[in-house]
């Protein structure tokens, strides 16, 4: 008897693989943007995976953690170099996978009804992406490590009434330091990758049940207009898989050093600041949001929380009736401001925020918040536009 046979006869594995797979119709109207779903699973399993190989040789404790990452691991321990490189490369490509998730969601309105749980979701994935990435930063215990930790536990401090303990509380210590860095390496390599992958669950599974959105955003009649998500869907999903992993693997074995700051080669050192205290690039828009409203430092606080949170009610700041972008000339300008405006704030995030620079940090957080206000107001426009074509 063939295995697959012996399972169906216990597990019924060709009908879970029919309902789930054969039975789920994929819009035909999508392009390769609508493959970065699965990137991200391919690029979650390849940090697991590679995190795994360094967890055996990794040792979380001030006194040994840095040569445990820049001797052992990436001098004594067989390809533990390319173990190294697959995990920070992949740590960085990531976020540029997560961040052309999110622009194909908000371009062609995959937040809007009934997509809400899909949004959500994929919202929660991304607060606990940059929560494993910040915790792992931690880890090599080097000078950016130790300095960029310090100065965002720092940012809490002004939370009122509970902001001093509750900085105490996460440092483990008054500044950060050993038990920082134990309570750090317990989050990323259990409780955050756990979590994620029940979450990743649910927003598959969210997915599955509402459909994918498209192009056009009109639902479509899955016997003309889908194609099974299996075999059909997954084999161009391969062939996209593979072009993104020569991709990967170039950037693994050639330009790995983007992924790795210099300053961090150095050991973490509690009494010298580094000249520039900088987050990686992924984060750099919302440290300029922080630094944009340079003449209160409360006010940046607010904007910075602001600007990581409101993303997240995009369901119900735009309520525009027309789904996709591609049908929307107004929403069009709205959403290509918004993308430049971040590229600019990244950019501007890695340099001094001094004279002209300071202004132009203004300039730019303020657009950033601009997109938000004007989401209902492009959406009022367009429900008066089209009551006014129906009459
Ligand atoms: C590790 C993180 C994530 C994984 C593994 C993941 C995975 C997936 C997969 C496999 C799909 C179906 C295929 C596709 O449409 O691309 C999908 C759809 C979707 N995801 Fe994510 N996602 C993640 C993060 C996010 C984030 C951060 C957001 C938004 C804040 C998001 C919002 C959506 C939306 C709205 C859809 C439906 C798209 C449509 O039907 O047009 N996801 N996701």
Redesign the pocket.
Known sequence: MRLIDWLDERLEIRKLIKVTLIDYKVPKNINFL?????L??LM?AILFISGLFLLMYYKPDSNLAFDSVNKTIMMDVSFGWLFRHVHAVGASIVFLL?YI??AR?IF?G??KPP?EV??IT??I??VL?SATAFTGYLLPWGQMSYWAAQTITTLFEKIPFIGPDLVIWIRGDYAVADATLTRFFALHVVFLPVLIMIV?AI??YS?RVVG??NEDGKPIDKKKEGVPFWPVFMSKEFFVMTVFLLFFFFLVFYKFDFAMDRVNFEPANPLQTPTHIYPEWYFLAYYEVLRGFFFSQNLGLIAFALSMVL?LFLPWLDKSPIVSGKNRPLFQIAFWIFILDFLVLTVLGKLPPTGLYAWIGLIASLIFFGFFISLPIIAKIEKKQLEGEKK
């Open positions: 609508w493959s970065f779903g699965m991200l699973v979650f997560l998730h999110i969601g062609y995959s937040y997509r899909v949004w994929g919202y994935l991304f992406f990743m927003h598959l997915v994918s959105n993303i």
